[in-house]
């Protein structure tokens, strides 16, 4: 598994809108943030770094250094 956790979550939407894969969905009962599609994630970190309660963390084995490309 590529994102290990969602707690916290506050089922603002944001990490849905965030996510480039479409890997992150809003559970209709819940409406709380769930990980439909952990194969397709791509580990970019935009689900992580837009959460506004820093609800998502990532497993350390499957997580990369955030690279920019600007100074």
């Given at each position: 598994m590529s994102i290990s956790n969602i707690s916290g979550c506050i089922?603002?939407?944001t990490c849905v809108v965030a996510c480039?894969?479409?890997?992150?969905?809003l559970d209709e009962k819940t409406?709380?943030?769930?990980i439909k599609?952990?194969?397709?994630?791509?580990?970019?970190?935009?689900?992580r770094l837009y959460?506004?309660?820093d609800a998502i963390?990532?497993?350390p084995?499957?997580?990369?250094p955030v690279?920019?490309?600007w100074g």
């Open positions: 089922g603002c939407n480039p894969t479409d890997v992150i969905r409406k709380k943030a769930v599609y952990v194969e397709d994630c791509q580990m970019c970190h935009l689900c959460c506004p309660v963390t990532i497993s084995e499957k997580s990369i690279v920019v490309s």
